[in-house]
């Protein structure tokens, strides 16, 4: 058995480990054999040796996290605890701001993948970020298109997504074509207004300085002097997929964003993600970043979900090839 003392310096316990010590005692749960105490600014654990050594290595990376990030989620915790927990903190400029939304909200890369597609989006002109719900692909991206915008190292960001109902014909939905387009482009819409004042963005929009619209409005166009981003790109075909790549003006940024488990194309529809992938990953000047459920910084449930689908479609495959 062996016992061993924590003293946590330059934080507050109480904002470190919540009311009533609900974070402390999420912590806990993933330490049932060692016994865990708090009291003010020390924290004694006992127990087996590799299991203390295991707590106090996991214990230091949360307190790095509450240090560098000022704030501490049941979602981190969990992220922390994986075998990769530590890569979350690797990256020297993991909190780097990105820019400054609105009413001063710091908006940075949350995760070592998102610094890593902040990294390559510096040195590439074309970045694929593949990866799942929630693993901040779109958001990281709106962030760079709009910080490169007020930097003027571009003129204009367009946002496209392909037009692929999801169970829905667009045909019968009321309104002109931007009225039945606005809700599926929404997701692009509230990253915006993240960033950018209600008002300012509503006058980019009209002027054209920021352009939302379906990937078929790129065809026969050459996308210059913009940061262009293809988001849900899992559901381009691959005629689609080289049709927007072959837009790419002298002086454009690309980013290309989508979740390969997420396709919504008729079947027997390849896929023109996988397929730009694997044609492109040899070429230097590409970038492409995989996130992980660990990059997941919704509810903490999200990164659940996605793993419990996801061992119910491999039970589902297998069964398939047997």
């Not at 005692?25 to 004694?44: C, E, H, M």
């Not at 008729?266 to 070429?283: N, T």
Request: overall charge positive; hydrophobic content about 40%.
């Amino acid at each position: 058995m062996l016992e061993k003392k924590i003293v946590i310096k330059g934080l507050n316990p109480a904002e470190l480990f919540g009311v009533q010590n609900v974070k402390l005692d999420y912590i806990k749960s993933f330490f049932p054999k060692l016994k865990i105490i708090a009291r003010g600014n020390i924290v004694t654990v006992s127990g087996e040796g590799s299991e203390t050594k295991s707590f106090t290595d996991k214990f230091d990376l949360i307190l790095r996290h509450f240090h560098k990030f000022n704030k501490l989620t049941e979602n981190n915790i969990e992220n922390l605890m994986t075998d990769g927990g530590h890569n979350l903190l690797n990256t020297e400029n993991a909190s780097e701001i990105i820019l400054h939304g609105n009413h001063g909200t710091k908006i940075s890369a949350r995760t070592a993948n998102q610094q890593k597609l902040v990294n390559l989006v510096n040195e590439k002109d074309m970045v694929f970020a593949v990866g799942p719900a929630g693993s901040g692909k779109t958001y990281t991206a709106v962030a760079l298109a709009v910080r490169a915008l007020k930097a003027k190292e571009v003129k204009r960001i367009i946002l496209t997504r392909p037009a692929v109902e999801s169970g829905e014909n667009l045909g019968f939905l009321p309104g002109d074509l931007k009225e039945k387009l606005d809700p599926y482009m929404m997701p692009l819409y509230d990253a915006l207004r993240d960033m950018i004042p209600a008002e300012k963005l509503a006058d980019m929009i009209e002027f054209g300085i920021i352009e939302i619209a379906p990937l078929a409005f790129m065809r026969g166009r050459t996308l210059d002097k913009a940061f262009v981003i293809l988001d849900e790109a899992q559901n381009t075909t691959t005629m689609q997929m080289k049709m927007f790549l072959t837009r790419m003006g002298m002086t454009a940024k690309f980013i290309i964003t989508g979740d390969m488990s997420q396709i919504d194309l008729p079947h027997r529809q390849k896929s023109g993600l996988p397929y730009a992938i694997d044609a492109l990953k040899d070429i230097d000047d590409i970038g492409i970043v995989r996130m992980m459920t660990s990059d997941v910084i919704r509810h903490s449930l999200v990164k659940k979900v996605i793993d419990a689908f996801s061992e119910v479609e491999k039970k589902e495959s297998g069964n398939g090839k047997s």
